[in-house]
């Protein structure tokens, strides 16, 4: 359905302080690899937190210059951006995935990938008390999404190429 354009199933955002509130559990942090995937149809141009657990535990952004990115904490107080030269496009749906194992990280954009980064802390996700948060930033009321975001998911492992074709479609 999304691949021909079709938003049905979606959550709509305005960009003004509409976000989904998934909460604070156990099971979203600590892990020793991790997947983030979405579709994602946005509207604005600037920086937006698609999935955020906050900027200093994970957070999967369109940055700035419209380029996928992600956020990925270290211990408690470190934390690095990787941003890819890859431009996600406005009013378009795109299916979206980072992938975290070891040191190795990886973008999709659907279903190809389009940056790798070898030098990633392979320290587990910190566990800050955050929400996890859909359509902005954690927490903080800021980068807000104008467009649409369906099938969300936080993985616990690294999943392959094959994973993310296989459940795109």
Same mark, same amino acid.
């Given at each position: 359905e999304f691949l021909t354009g079709r938003p049905s199933g979606s959550a709509q955002y305005d960009g003004s302080g509409d976000y989904s509130n998934i909460g604070h559990h156990a099971n979203l942090y600590g892990m020793t690899s991790l997947t983030l995937e979405c579709w994602v149809y946005r509207k604005n141009d600037g920086h937006i937190e698609l999935i955020s657990k906050y900027y200093s535990v994970y957070a999967m952004y369109i940055n700035s210059s419209n380029c996928l990115g992600m956020y990925k904490g270290m211990d408690h107080s470190e934390h690095r951006a990787y941003s890819t030269d890859y431009v996600v496009p406005a009013?378009?749906?795109?299916? @979206?995935?980072?992938?975290?194992?070891?040191? *190795?990280?990886?973008? &999709?954009?659907? /279903?190809?990938?389009?940056?790798?980064?070898?030098?990633?802390?392979?320290?587990?996700?910190?566990?800050?008390?955050?929400? @996890?948060?859909?359509?902005?930033?954690?927490? *903080?009321?800021?980068? &807000?999404?104008? /467009?649409n975001l369906a099938e969300c998911r936080v993985w616990s492992i690294a999943r392959t190429q094959a994973d993310i074709r296989r459940q795109m479609r």
């Open positions: 009013n378009e749906w795109h299916h @979206l995935a980072a992938v975290w194992g070891g040191t *190795t990280l990886t973008f &999709y954009a659907d /279903g190809e990938v389009v940056a790798v980064f070898e030098d990633v802390s392979p320290d587990a996700i910190p566990s800050h008390g955050y929400n @996890l948060q859909l359509g902005r930033r954690s927490d *903080t009321g800021n980068y &807000y999404l104008n /467009g």
